[in-house]
C-alpha cells in the first residue's frame, strides 16, 4: 500500500551543525505535506508545511524541500540546538484531512 | 484555550473494563481528529470529526471503540471492555476549518493508557 515513511530511523548530529532529515512518499496524488516533531511524552508538535505546488518553504531555522519527481520530502535545520532533540515525522495529507505518518527519525544533538 | 487539551494524561484500566478519553480542541477548531500511537511508531488515524458530524470513523479498530462530540466542541473517545492491545497513546488533534485541505492539525500531548 501506499505510506510515507523516512530514510533513516536514527541521526546524530554535532551541536550547531546543520540537520537534514528524509522522508520518502509514494502517493502522487497527495499535495500538502507538514514536519512535526515529538518530544518525550508530549504530542507532535507542528514545524512546517509545504504545499504540493511548491518546492521549498523556509521558517525559523528550519527549511523544507520537496521533490516531486522522486517523491521525495526533507526537513533541514540549521545549527542544531540540544533542544532540536526529539522524534521528527513527516506526515502526507490525504482525502483532505486525514494524516498519514511515517515512523518517524530520532535526532540526537551531542554537546 | 491556548492548545488542545486531553485527560487524563494516564489511565490505568484493568483488561475488560470500559474507559473514556476527554478532547479539548482550540477554541473555535472546527475539525478534530483521533489518532492512536503504539510505542515507536507514527500515530495511525482513528476518527474525524467536522463540528458535532462524525465523518470518517475507518479508523477505528473494532466496534468497541466510539467517539462523540455533541456540541462540537469537547470530544470524547469510549473504549468498552478493554484489552491489552488497546494499550498505546490516544492523541486528539484539532484543525481551524472543515473540508480542510492544507490545513495543519495541531495536537495535544495525549492520553497514555495501560490496560493490565
Known amino acids: 500500500g501506499e505510506s510515507v515513511g523516512l530514510h533513516l530511523p536514527t541521526l546524530s548530529v554535532q551541536e550547531g551543525d546543520n540537520s537534514i532529515i528524509n522522508c520518502a512518499y509514494s502517493n502522487s496524488a497527495s499535495d500538502y505535506f507538514i514536519w512535526y516533531k515529538q518530544e518525550s511524552g508530549k504530542g507532535p508538535q507542528f514545524i512546517i508545511d509545504i504545499r504540493s505546488n511548491m518546492d521549498k518553504r523556509q521558517g525559523q531555522r528550519v527549511t523544507v524541500l520537496l521533490n516531486k519527481t522522486v517523491k521525495h520530502l526533507s526537513l533541514q535545520i540549521a545549527a542544531t540546538q540540544p533542544g532540536d532533540s526529539a522524534v521528527y515525522f513527516c506526515?502526507?495529507?490525504?482525502?483532505?484531512?486525514?494524516?498519514?505518518f511515517g515512523a518517524g527519525t530520532t535526532v540526537t544533538v551531542r554537546a | 484555550g491556548a492548545g488542545v487539551s486531553q485527560s487524563p494524561r494516564y489511565k490505568v484500566a484493568k483488561r475488560g473494563q470500559d474507559v473514556a478519553l476527554r478532547c479539548d480542541p482550540i477554541s473555535g477548531h472546527v475539525s478534530l481528529f483521533w489518532y492512536q500511537q503504539a510505542l515507536g511508531q507514527g500515530p495511525e488515524f482513528l476518527t474525524y470529526?467536522?463540528?458535532?458530524?462524525?465523518?470518517?470513523k475507518s479508523g477505528l479498530p473494532s466496534d468497541r471503540f466510539f467517539a462523540e462530540r455533541p456540541e462540537g466542541s469537547v470530544s470524547t473517545l469510549k473504549i468498552q471492555r478493554t484489552q491489552q492491545e488497546d494499550s498505546a497513546v490516544y492523541l486528539c488533534?484539532?484543525?481551524?476549518?472543515?473540508?480542510?485541505?492544507?490545513?495543519?492539525?495541531?495536537f495535544g500531548d495525549g492520553t497514555r493508557l495501560s490496560i493490565l
Open positions: 488533534a484539532s484543525s481551524s476549518r472543515g473540508g480542510l485541505s492544507n490545513q495543519p492539525q495541531h
Open positions: 506526515a502526507e495529507n490525504r482525502d483532505d484531512y486525514k494524516l498519514s
Open positions: 470529526f467536522q463540528n458535532e458530524a462524525q465523518l470518517d
